[in-house]
Every structure is written in structure tokens, then in C-alpha cells.
């Protein structure tokens, strides 16, 4: 950011009319890191797991996602957030179900790209890499007053928070957050837990299998 020189040292150079010279020396090794991934893409692959699978069943599963992210651009996600991940240590993309068209019932799978992985606001307490013990998490996106009004219609835009707890909060944050000429719009998920209790039979296959006892 240009900002590797210290006040004082820049201070004097300035005052010596010296130039401050920034030379980013990362760029180069990031864009190597970023082109090896796009030489040689991971990709999710289905393999038979033991003596009851089905190998072409595998081959069936592998080319159906291959399909996916093929029709839904998930290629472009991917590596998207590929290149958030080298740049910044985060990197994020979604897998979303939509309509296959508006007059169809039936849905499609796509994998969608998260341009701005830092709108994505995991659960604090997530202890695994892939944030999949997160409790909850946020997707939100700033969007224009007008486009909230034609998307949203009659809802409400958000009223503002009291003065008293405005007083209250940190001044970099309401600065992201409170604006006149957008409305920021969160997508929340929350993960649920439910206790229940197993009981194992025996199936008709002669192994035994845990079925909840609540059935």
C-alpha cells in the first residue's frame, strides 16, 4: 500500500526532496503461484469408496459435476478464490440451487463466485480450516437505494440505529455500514443441532444398521 516507509525516515527524505521509492516485489511471485493453479486445476472427482460401489455409477457422478460447474461458470469461482486465498489468505465461493428457467419447476446446481471474500463474515468460534463447525455465518453485499426499492419493492429500507447506540460502536465500522445512498442486505445462515437417539437392528443384508429411534 506504499506504506513501507516509517513517518519519520519518509519525513526527512521528503525534506530532502529524495524520493520514497515502493517497489512491490510480491506481485511476481503471487502471479506464478495463481498461474500453476490454473495450469493444473483441482477439481472434485468421485471415486468407489469399497467393494459396494459402483464404478459406473463413480464415472456418472463425476461427469455430472463436471457438467456443473461447466454450465454455471464454477471454474471462474474457483479460481476467483484461488486468487483471494493467495492475495489474502481467504478465499470463498458458494454452491446455490436456482430455477432451471421462470417457467420450469425444476432446479439446477451452480457454483457461484464470491467476488468480495471479506462479505463473507464466518462464525468467530469455527475452529476447522473450512469453517464447517461454524455455528452461523453472513453473505452481504451493498447494493443502491433505487436497486433495493425496484428489487424489494414495498419493503422498508432499514431505519437507522438510535443515536445512543451509534454513540457506542466502534467509527471504522459505521462507516462500511451506514450510508445514504445504499442499503446493505445480509444473507443469514444459521446451523441447527438436534439430539436424538440410535438403535441397531439388523438389515436384511445381515449388517447391523442404526435407524433413529423416533421412526
Known amino acids: 500500500a ?5 513517518s519519520i525516515t519518509k519525513a526527512k527524505r ?37 467393494d459396494d460401489a459402483d464404478p459406473e455409477t463413480a464415472e456418472v457422478f463425476d461427469g455430472h ?14 479460481d476467483n478464490a484461488f486468487d483471494s486465498m493467495v492475495d489474502c489468505g481467504r478465499g470463498a465461493f458458494r454452491v446455490i440451487t436456482e430455477r432451471e428457467d421462470p417457467y420450469s419447476m425444476d432446479q439446477v446446481i451452480k457454483v457461484q463466485w464470491i467476488q468480495n471474500v471479506f462479505s463473507v463474515k464466518w462464525d468467530p468460534g469455527a475452529q ?9 455465518f453472513f453473505i452481504y453485499q451493498d447494493i443502491l437505494l433505487d436497486d433495493y426499492k425496484e428489487e424489494f419493492g414495498d419493503m422498508t429500507p432499514p431505519t437507522p440505529m438510535p443515536s445512543d447506540y451509534v454513540s457506542t460502536l466502534p467509527q471504522d465500522l459505521l462507516t462500511d455500514w451506514k450510508k445514504t445512498d445504499s442499503v446493505r442486505v445480509a444473507e443469514y445462515f444459521e446451523r441447527t443441532t438436534e439430539k436424538f437417539t440410535l438403535a441397531m437392528i439388523e438389515g436384511p443384508d445381515g449388517r447391523p444398521k442404526g435407524i433413529d429411534k423416533k421412526d
Open 14 to 50: 521528503t525534506t530532502d526532496h529524495r524520493p520514497c521509492l515502493v517497489i512491490n516485489l510480491m506481485e511476481e511471485k503471487l502471479n506464478q503461484v495463481k498461474g500453476e493453479q490454473r495450469m493444473n486445476k483441482a477439481r472434485a472427482t468421485v471415486i468407489p469408496y469399497d
Open 2 to 6: 506504499g506504506d513501507q516507509w516509517d
Open 65 to 78: 459435476i463436471r457438467a456443473i460447474m461447466n454450465n454455471s461458470g464454477g471454474n471462474i469461482a474457483v
Open 128 to 136: 476447522e480450516y473450512d469453517k464447517q463447525d461454524g455455528r452461523y
